[in-house]
């Protein structure tokens, strides 16, 4: 995601509310603001990181899963494969339409007219946007029953549903962000005229939208924060019994400290910008449809938290890096492999213990 400078649009298309290119005024953007604001170079160079950095994470990933035989490990693999490739994907999406922006300079009016590749880009900065936050939610989720429930054969997931449950998750993203094309809400162009988002205006069908896209991020958000932290707790309560002091798993540290370092990155790029849009649409009700375009600070302190946001696909991927085992061992000596789950829980049935073991 990345954003330029771009010439006032032009034709009588451009100065109508209903089409993509109303909410956007360049003639009202100072050039001392564009300079420091709205520099290509931003896109570009992070861009290219980020997509470097999901790729060597992708590769790293891949690797890793083909020595697994543990269930539950693998399972979590899928789970963060899927946001790698997600990251990745919507860097490259996105960047193929902003940076040659960069070079060739079009009018996007004219090169745009049907606003189509506005609502592409509009779709792909909701779905990518959305992924990662449900995914981060999901993977919370299956390590809490993983963790507070090990001996449930249902928690037990297995690569090929946990690829379902990926792809549920790309679907249900893709329904909202399909939304503003089925009418619900609208894409628009936006400061500094590079890219195209959900349309900040104080119309009931943009209001309702907005909401839903902020509300489902803070919901995503929060229950990742409350699955992780019992998460959390349960290990440290049973990792410090006396009686199971010596008997820990070096795989559930390793997934729950990826799991709480991608939670902590997706609640800083990403609450204050869904705080904002949910601030933003609610102080501008009042103005009813009298509001046609945004204000000039409205549309750099959403240019900024979308930047903010950028940096969750770009960080995302070293949480991974840096976080595996053999880089945590080195930090840590004494984390060292254990025996699984099961051990953590001494007294079991041994009919019990054989069938669990043997799944």
């Known amino acids: 995601m990345g954003w330029g400078d771009m010439e006032p649009p032009n034709g009588s298309r451009a100065g109508r509310s209903d089409t993509c290119f109303g909410v956007f ?19 570009t160079t992070f861009g290219l990181i980020g997509l470097c950095s999901n790729l060597f994470a992708l590769c790293v990933l891949l690797s890793s899963s083909r020595k697994l035989s543990s269930r539950s490990r693998s399972s979590f693999l899928v789970f963060l494969c899927g946001l790698v490739v997600t990251d990745f994907m919507g860097l490259l999406v996105t960047a193929s339409v902003v940076i040659p922006y960069h070079f060739i300079k079009f009018a996007w009016a004219e090169v745009d007219p049907g606003c189509h590749l506005c609502n592409f880009l509009g779709f792909s900065m909701v779905f990518f946007g959305q992924c ?15 963790i507070n429930h090990p001996f449930s054969r249902s928690t037990s ?45 104080p119309d009931t069908t943009n209001v309702i939208f907005c ?9 995503s958000v929060l229950l990742s ?27 559930e540290v390793e997934m729950m400290v990826q799991l709480v370092g991608i939670m902590i990155i997706a609640t800083i790029c990403w609450m204050p910008l869904l705080i904002f849009i949910i601030q933003t649409v609610l102080q501008q009700l009042p103005a009813g449809g009298r509001m046609r375009t945004l204000p000039m600070e409205t549309q750099t302190m959403l240019l900024i938290y979308i930047r903010m946001v950028t940096w969750n696909q770009i960080l995302d991927p070293w949480v991974y890096i840096l976080c595996r085992r053999a880089v945590l061992q080195r930090v840590y000596p004494s984390l060292r492999p254990r025996p699984s789950i099961l ?17």
């Open 225 to 251: 924060f409350v699955f992780n932290t019992v998460s959390v707790v349960t290990l440290c309560r049973v990792y410090h019994d006396r009686e199971s002091v010596q008997r820990r798993r070096d795989s």
């Open 25 to 43: 005024n360049a003639s009202d953007s100072p050039n001392s603001t564009q300079t420091s604001i709205a520099s290509p170079w931003f896109s």
């Open 343 to 359: 051990s953590l829980y001494p007294v079991l049935n041994p009919s019990l213990r054989r069938k669990l073991t043997a799944d």
């Open 211 to 219: 909401l839903l896209f902020a509300l489902l991020g803070i919901f």
């Open 157 to 201: 997931i297995s690569k090929r549903r946990a690829w379902s449950i990926v792809g549920l998750v790309w679907g249900f993203a893709c329904l909202l962000g399909l939304l503003p094309v089925l009418g619900l809400g609208r894409y628009t162009l936006q400061y500094p005229g590079s890219w195209c988002f959900l349309t900040l205006l």
């Open 132 to 146: 990662p936050l449900l995914l981060g939610a999901t993977m919370a989720g299956e390590r809490f029953f993983g």
